[in-house]
Protein backbone atom coordinates (compact mmCIF):
# COMPACT_ATOMS: atom_id res chain seq x y z
CA UNK A 1 0.00 0.00 0.00
CA UNK A 2 2.62 3.05 1.21
CA UNK A 3 4.91 1.66 -2.04
CA UNK A 4 1.55 2.14 -4.46
CA UNK A 5 1.53 6.01 -2.71
CA UNK A 6 4.67 6.77 -3.63
CA UNK A 7 4.64 5.76 -6.88
CA UNK A 8 1.44 7.60 -7.53
CA UNK A 9 2.95 10.78 -6.02
CA UNK A 10 5.72 10.05 -8.34
CA UNK A 11 3.47 9.42 -11.48
CA UNK A 12 1.96 12.50 -10.88
CA UNK A 13 5.45 14.43 -10.21
CA UNK A 14 6.83 13.23 -13.65
CA UNK A 15 3.17 13.86 -15.39
CA UNK A 16 3.52 10.32 -16.97
CA UNK A 17 1.50 7.25 -17.47
CA UNK A 18 3.55 3.99 -17.58
CA UNK A 19 3.28 0.54 -16.15
CA UNK A 20 4.67 0.06 -12.75
CA UNK A 21 7.63 -1.48 -13.75
CA UNK A 22 8.48 2.16 -15.97
CA UNK A 23 7.84 4.26 -12.58
CA UNK A 24 10.47 2.00 -10.92
CA UNK A 25 12.74 2.81 -13.68
CA UNK A 26 12.23 6.27 -13.61
CA UNK A 27 12.53 7.22 -10.06
CA UNK A 28 16.35 5.71 -10.38
CA UNK A 29 16.68 7.94 -13.23
CA UNK A 30 15.32 11.09 -12.78
CA UNK A 31 18.67 13.04 -12.16
CA UNK A 32 18.95 11.95 -16.32
CA UNK A 33 15.23 12.68 -16.85
CA UNK A 34 16.17 16.24 -15.72
CA UNK A 35 18.82 17.62 -17.70
CA UNK A 36 16.21 19.77 -19.70
CA UNK A 37 14.01 22.14 -18.56
CA UNK A 38 10.82 23.53 -20.17
CA UNK A 39 12.57 26.01 -22.30
CA UNK A 40 14.68 23.40 -23.14
CA UNK A 41 11.83 21.42 -24.43
CA UNK A 42 10.18 24.11 -26.22
CA UNK A 43 13.86 24.93 -27.63
CA UNK A 44 13.98 20.86 -29.02
CA UNK A 45 10.31 21.03 -29.75
CA UNK A 46 10.71 24.16 -31.97
CA UNK A 47 14.04 23.06 -33.71
CA UNK A 48 12.11 19.88 -35.50
CA UNK A 49 8.95 21.85 -36.35
CA UNK A 50 11.51 24.02 -38.12
CA UNK A 51 12.74 20.98 -40.00
CA UNK A 52 9.01 19.82 -40.25
CA UNK A 53 8.01 22.99 -41.64
CA UNK A 54 11.02 23.59 -44.12
CA UNK A 55 10.42 20.23 -45.59
CA UNK A 56 6.83 20.41 -46.50
CA UNK A 57 7.59 24.14 -47.87
CA UNK A 58 10.40 23.31 -49.75
CA UNK A 59 8.82 19.74 -51.22
CA UNK A 60 5.74 21.64 -52.28
CA UNK A 61 8.08 24.33 -53.99
CA UNK A 62 9.86 21.23 -55.39
CA UNK A 63 6.54 19.28 -57.12
CA UNK A 64 3.39 20.67 -58.60
CA UNK A 65 -0.22 19.30 -58.08
CA UNK A 66 0.65 17.56 -61.92
CA UNK A 67 4.20 15.60 -60.59
CA UNK A 68 1.49 14.37 -57.34
CA UNK A 69 -0.71 13.42 -60.03
CA UNK A 70 1.64 11.16 -62.38
CA UNK A 71 2.86 9.95 -59.06
CA UNK A 72 -0.60 8.56 -58.54
CA UNK A 73 -1.84 11.50 -55.90
CA UNK A 74 -4.97 13.32 -56.53
CA UNK A 75 -6.03 16.60 -55.70
CA UNK A 76 -7.30 16.07 -51.99
CA UNK A 77 -4.34 14.51 -51.38
CA UNK A 78 -2.74 17.36 -52.83
CA UNK A 79 -4.16 20.28 -50.70
CA UNK A 80 -4.35 17.83 -47.84
CA UNK A 81 -0.29 18.09 -48.07
CA UNK A 82 -0.60 22.05 -48.31
CA UNK A 83 -3.01 21.94 -45.22
CA UNK A 84 -0.14 19.45 -42.88
CA UNK A 85 2.11 22.33 -44.14
CA UNK A 86 0.29 24.93 -43.25
CA UNK A 87 0.36 23.42 -39.97
CA UNK A 88 3.81 23.05 -39.18
CA UNK A 89 4.18 26.58 -40.03
CA UNK A 90 1.14 27.29 -37.62
CA UNK A 91 3.58 25.15 -35.14
CA UNK A 92 6.26 27.22 -35.27
CA UNK A 93 4.85 30.19 -34.75
CA UNK A 94 2.89 29.01 -31.92
CA UNK A 95 6.25 27.95 -30.27
CA UNK A 96 8.12 30.86 -31.55
CA UNK A 97 5.57 33.18 -29.76
CA UNK A 98 5.38 30.71 -26.65
CA UNK A 99 9.23 30.87 -26.49
CA UNK A 100 9.42 34.93 -26.61
CA UNK A 101 6.58 35.06 -23.69
CA UNK A 102 8.98 33.14 -21.71
CA UNK A 103 11.47 35.59 -21.85
CA UNK A 104 13.92 33.20 -24.14
CA UNK A 105 15.56 33.66 -27.80
CA UNK A 106 13.43 31.27 -29.76
CA UNK A 107 16.27 29.02 -32.39
CA UNK A 108 16.18 29.94 -35.75
CA UNK A 109 15.29 27.80 -38.68
CA UNK A 110 18.80 25.93 -39.62
CA UNK A 111 20.03 24.82 -43.24
CA UNK A 112 19.02 21.17 -44.20
CA UNK A 113 20.05 18.33 -46.65
CA UNK A 114 16.76 16.17 -47.51
CA UNK A 115 18.23 14.51 -50.70
CA UNK A 116 14.49 13.89 -51.98
CA UNK A 117 14.47 13.71 -56.18
CA UNK A 118 10.98 12.51 -56.08
CA UNK A 119 7.11 12.87 -54.97
CA UNK A 120 6.97 9.60 -53.74
CA UNK A 121 10.23 10.26 -52.04
CA UNK A 122 8.66 13.18 -50.36
CA UNK A 123 5.91 11.24 -48.89
CA UNK A 124 7.54 8.62 -47.61
CA UNK A 125 9.56 11.23 -45.83
CA UNK A 126 7.31 13.32 -44.93
CA UNK A 127 4.90 10.09 -43.12
CA UNK A 128 8.64 8.99 -41.59
CA UNK A 129 9.17 12.91 -40.01
CA UNK A 130 5.31 12.48 -38.95
CA UNK A 131 6.16 9.78 -36.89
CA UNK A 132 8.92 10.62 -35.74
CA UNK A 133 7.56 14.16 -34.51
CA UNK A 134 4.96 12.34 -32.68
CA UNK A 135 7.02 10.36 -30.62
CA UNK A 136 9.12 13.06 -30.19
CA UNK A 137 6.19 14.80 -28.23
CA UNK A 138 5.24 11.89 -26.62
CA UNK A 139 8.73 11.22 -25.40
CA UNK A 140 9.25 14.74 -23.95
CA UNK A 141 6.31 14.79 -22.15
CA UNK A 142 7.43 13.40 -19.06
CA UNK A 143 10.28 15.82 -18.77
CA UNK A 144 7.57 19.24 -18.74
CA UNK A 145 7.00 20.45 -15.40
CA UNK A 146 4.31 23.32 -16.72
CA UNK A 147 1.38 21.73 -16.88
CA UNK A 148 0.38 24.33 -19.22
CA UNK A 149 3.20 23.58 -21.45
CA UNK A 150 1.90 20.00 -21.24
CA UNK A 151 -1.35 20.45 -22.67
CA UNK A 152 0.01 22.83 -25.49
CA UNK A 153 2.49 20.63 -26.06
CA UNK A 154 -0.24 17.42 -26.43
CA UNK A 155 -2.06 19.97 -28.87
CA UNK A 156 0.47 19.40 -31.38
CA UNK A 157 0.71 15.68 -30.35
CA UNK A 158 -2.65 14.92 -31.39
CA UNK A 159 -2.04 16.61 -35.13
CA UNK A 160 1.27 14.95 -35.97
CA UNK A 161 -0.47 11.62 -34.90
CA UNK A 162 -3.38 12.50 -37.28
CA UNK A 163 -0.94 13.38 -39.72
CA UNK A 164 1.18 10.15 -39.38
CA UNK A 165 -2.13 8.23 -39.78
CA UNK A 166 -3.22 9.97 -43.17
CA UNK A 167 -0.18 9.76 -44.54
CA UNK A 168 0.67 5.99 -43.66
CA UNK A 169 -2.95 5.06 -44.83
CA UNK A 170 -1.95 7.04 -48.39
CA UNK A 171 1.03 4.67 -48.34
CA UNK A 172 -0.95 1.59 -47.96
CA UNK A 173 0.82 1.36 -44.80
CA UNK A 174 -1.66 0.53 -41.10
CA UNK A 175 -2.56 3.88 -40.32
CA UNK A 176 -2.70 2.94 -36.70
CA UNK A 177 -0.26 -0.07 -36.92
CA UNK A 178 -0.44 -0.62 -32.77
CA UNK A 179 -2.52 0.28 -29.72
CA UNK A 180 0.46 2.62 -28.10
CA UNK A 181 3.01 4.78 -29.60
CA UNK A 182 6.89 4.68 -29.03
CA UNK A 183 8.31 7.19 -27.24
CA UNK A 184 11.54 8.99 -28.18
CA UNK A 185 14.31 10.68 -25.33
CA UNK A 186 15.29 13.91 -27.46
CA UNK A 187 18.80 12.55 -27.51
CA UNK A 188 17.37 9.61 -29.42
CA UNK A 189 15.04 11.63 -31.98
CA UNK A 190 18.05 14.27 -32.68
CA UNK A 191 20.16 10.97 -33.43
CA UNK A 192 17.82 10.35 -36.38
CA UNK A 193 17.05 14.16 -36.88
CA UNK A 194 20.47 15.36 -37.32
CA UNK A 195 21.37 13.34 -39.81
CA UNK A 196 18.97 16.13 -41.89
CA UNK A 197 20.44 18.97 -40.50
CA UNK A 198 23.76 20.63 -42.40
CA UNK A 199 23.75 23.99 -40.27
CA UNK A 200 22.01 25.73 -37.98
CA UNK A 201 22.86 30.01 -37.04
CA UNK A 202 25.90 30.61 -34.81
CA UNK A 203 23.14 32.56 -32.60
CA UNK A 204 21.04 29.96 -32.06
CA UNK A 205 20.32 29.58 -28.63
CA UNK A 206 22.02 25.93 -27.00
CA UNK A 207 20.72 23.62 -25.60
CA UNK A 208 21.54 19.89 -23.62
CA UNK A 209 21.07 17.60 -26.38
CA UNK A 210 23.23 15.01 -28.16
CA UNK A 211 22.85 12.50 -31.51
CA UNK A 212 24.40 9.13 -31.08
CA UNK A 213 26.62 7.44 -33.55
CA UNK A 214 24.21 6.62 -36.62
CA UNK A 215 22.84 3.13 -37.70
CA UNK A 216 21.68 2.28 -40.70
CA UNK A 217 19.32 -0.75 -41.86
CA UNK A 218 21.01 -1.83 -44.73
CA UNK A 219 18.04 -4.47 -45.98
CA UNK A 220 15.17 -2.97 -47.75
CA UNK A 221 11.42 -4.33 -48.67
CA UNK A 222 8.89 -5.44 -46.32
CA UNK A 223 9.90 -6.34 -43.09
CA UNK A 224 8.37 -9.08 -40.65
CA UNK A 225 8.50 -10.62 -37.42
CA UNK A 226 10.77 -13.45 -37.31
CA UNK A 227 12.79 -11.62 -40.06
CA UNK A 228 16.40 -11.80 -40.24
CA UNK A 229 17.68 -7.73 -40.90
CA UNK A 230 20.95 -6.38 -41.57
CA UNK A 231 22.11 -3.03 -39.53
CA UNK A 232 25.70 -1.01 -39.62
CA UNK A 233 27.01 1.77 -37.61
CA UNK A 234 30.30 3.30 -39.13
CA UNK A 235 31.10 5.03 -35.61
CA UNK A 236 31.17 2.15 -33.76
CA UNK A 237 33.56 -0.54 -33.72
CA UNK A 238 33.20 -3.64 -31.25
CA UNK A 239 36.09 -3.27 -29.17
CA UNK A 240 38.74 -6.19 -29.87
CA UNK A 241 38.25 -9.16 -27.00
CA UNK A 242 34.55 -7.35 -26.79
CA UNK A 243 31.86 -10.02 -26.23
CA UNK A 244 29.13 -9.30 -28.48
CA UNK A 245 27.21 -10.53 -25.80
CA UNK A 246 27.47 -7.29 -23.72
CA UNK A 247 25.59 -5.33 -26.96
CA UNK A 248 21.74 -5.61 -27.03
CA UNK A 249 19.48 -4.80 -30.00
CA UNK A 250 16.97 -2.85 -28.56
CA UNK A 251 13.43 -1.70 -30.36
CA UNK A 252 11.82 1.13 -27.84
CA UNK A 253 8.31 1.16 -27.00
CA UNK A 254 6.01 2.44 -24.78
CA UNK A 255 6.05 -0.60 -22.47
CA UNK A 256 9.64 -0.82 -22.26
CA UNK A 257 12.68 -2.37 -24.32
CA UNK A 258 11.96 -5.14 -26.66
CA UNK A 259 15.63 -7.24 -26.91
CA UNK A 260 16.10 -8.80 -30.40
CA UNK A 261 18.14 -11.36 -31.28
CA UNK A 262 21.38 -9.76 -32.24
CA UNK A 263 24.74 -11.66 -34.14
CA UNK A 264 27.51 -9.40 -34.60
CA UNK A 265 29.70 -9.35 -37.23
CA UNK A 266 33.71 -10.03 -36.75
CA UNK A 267 34.23 -6.58 -38.12
CA UNK A 268 32.27 -5.20 -34.89
CA UNK A 269 30.57 -2.68 -37.48
CA UNK A 270 27.81 -4.91 -39.44
CA UNK A 271 24.90 -6.74 -36.95
CA UNK A 272 22.42 -8.95 -37.78
CA UNK A 273 19.27 -9.14 -35.72
CA UNK A 274 16.02 -10.90 -35.83
CA UNK A 275 12.80 -8.47 -35.48
CA UNK A 276 10.83 -9.93 -32.36
CA UNK A 277 7.14 -10.89 -31.89
CA UNK A 278 4.37 -7.79 -31.31
CA UNK A 279 6.49 -4.73 -32.71
CA UNK A 280 4.69 -3.12 -35.58
CA UNK A 281 4.09 0.03 -37.88
CA UNK A 282 7.31 2.47 -37.59
CA UNK A 283 9.36 1.19 -34.97
CA UNK A 284 13.36 2.24 -33.50
CA UNK A 285 16.08 0.04 -32.73
CA UNK A 286 18.77 0.80 -31.45
CA UNK A 287 22.19 -0.61 -29.93
CA UNK A 288 22.74 -0.67 -25.97
CA UNK A 289 24.95 -1.49 -23.31
CA UNK A 290 21.77 -2.01 -21.08
CA UNK A 291 20.96 -4.92 -18.76
CA UNK A 292 18.32 -7.26 -19.87
CA UNK A 293 15.96 -6.50 -17.02
CA UNK A 294 16.48 -3.48 -17.06
CA UNK A 295 12.81 -1.05 -18.00
CA UNK A 296 13.75 1.57 -19.84
CA UNK A 297 16.74 2.21 -21.80
CA UNK A 298 18.89 5.21 -20.01
CA UNK A 299 20.40 7.42 -22.68
CA UNK A 300 23.82 7.01 -21.63
CA UNK A 301 24.12 3.38 -22.50
CA UNK A 302 23.15 3.78 -26.13
CA UNK A 303 25.42 2.82 -28.13
CA UNK A 304 24.35 3.80 -31.61
CA UNK A 305 21.31 4.86 -33.41
CA UNK A 306 18.38 4.42 -32.97
CA UNK A 307 17.28 4.13 -36.79
CA UNK A 308 13.50 3.55 -37.97
CA UNK A 309 11.92 0.51 -39.59
CA UNK A 310 8.82 0.12 -40.94
CA UNK A 311 7.54 -3.34 -39.95
CA UNK A 312 4.33 -5.37 -41.08
C1 LIG B 1 13.93 19.79 -53.16
O1 LIG B 1 14.81 19.71 -54.26
C2 LIG B 1 16.20 19.80 -53.95
C3 LIG B 1 16.98 19.83 -55.27
O2 LIG B 1 16.71 18.68 -56.01
C4 LIG B 1 16.58 18.63 -53.07
O3 LIG B 1 17.94 18.72 -52.74
C5 LIG B 1 15.73 18.66 -51.81
O4 LIG B 1 16.05 17.54 -50.98
C6 LIG B 1 14.25 18.66 -52.18
N1 LIG B 1 13.49 18.77 -50.93
C7 LIG B 1 12.27 18.23 -50.76
C8 LIG B 1 11.70 18.35 -49.40
O5 LIG B 1 11.64 17.71 -51.66
Known sequence: MKTNTVLIVLAAADLIVASPLQWLGLQTKRQVLSQMNDADILQYTLT???LEDKFYREGLANFTKAEFKAAGYDKAFYENVQTISAH????VQFLTA???AAGAKPVAECKYAFGITSVEAFIATASVLEGVGTSAYLGAAKQIANKGYLT???????IEARHSAYLRANLRQSPFPQSQENPLTPDQVHTMASGFIKSCPAGNTKFPIKAFPGLTVTTSGKIKAGDQVHVQTNKYALAKGDKAAKLHAVFVTANGPVHARLTANKDGIHFTITIPKGIHGQSYLL????DEAATTV???TVVAG????EIQ
Open 98 to 100: GLK
Open 48 to 50: LEH
Open 298 to 300: PDE
Open 152 to 158: AAGSILT
Open 88 to 91: ETAH
Open 287 to 290: LSNC
Open 306 to 309: PTYL
